[in-house]
């Protein structure tokens, strides 16, 4: 509502580009999401003044008192630029999860399905359905049984795995198709 009542107020002209874009990067009337595109929509957020560094900027800029504590409705500003530098990595890691297995740097040695979904979840931001994000990783051929399971998973015991390194290193660059919901 916030952003569509922002692309309302400019002219007739600017206001249909600032929905175009808001239709284009938050998916919205059917279109399709896009992971990678972090940065674009933190800066959306930024020109609309629906970030929190927007409002710091702004007193900022008129010489106003810079709040430093939490905005309300849009939370705690960072620092200098660094939500936009976290925003650009994020969405470099999330285009590369697609075609790069980046995401084994970021699990254990070893380690459950459900653990690496939830890896692979919490770099997305999509939640995946279970089923098809194992049948996916098996097709990669890029997880190995280990023939051991892990004991302490709070319930059922869970198969292990490992990432097959040595694969992924002699074939075509390989990564997770998603989204798998």
């Known amino acids: 509502p916030a952003l569509a009542a922002w692309a309302d107020q400019a002219p007739a002209a600017e206001a249909e580009r ?14 399709v999401w896009k992971e990678e595109r972090v940065l674009d929509r933190y800066e959306l957020l930024y020109e609309a ?16 008192h810079v709040p430093v504590a939490p905005v309300p409705g849009l939370g705690q500003p960072m620092v200098s630029d660094h939500r936009r530098i976290l925003a650009t990595g994020l969405g470099r890691l999330r285009g590369k999860l697609k075609y790069r297995p980046v995401v084994f740097e970021l699990t254990r040695p ?7 979904q939830k890896t692979v979840e919490a770099i997305s931001g999509v939640p995946l359905h279970k089923q098809n994000f194992r049948r996916a990783v098996e097709r990669t051929g890029l997880v190995e049984p280990l023939g051991r399971l892990d004991l302490d998973t709070g319930g059922r015991p869970a198969e292990l795995f490992r990432f097959e390194r040595e694969r992924a290193a002699a074939g075509p660059a390989l990564g997770l198709p998603l989204p798998l919901r």
């Open 18 to 31: 600032r929905r175009a874009r808001a239709r284009h990067l938050f998916a919205l009337d059917e279109a």
């Open 49 to 64: 003044g629906l970030a929190a560094e927007a409002a710091r900027d702004r007193a900022l800029a008129a010489g106003d």
């Open 110 to 116: 070893e380690f459950t399905l459900s653990e690496l």
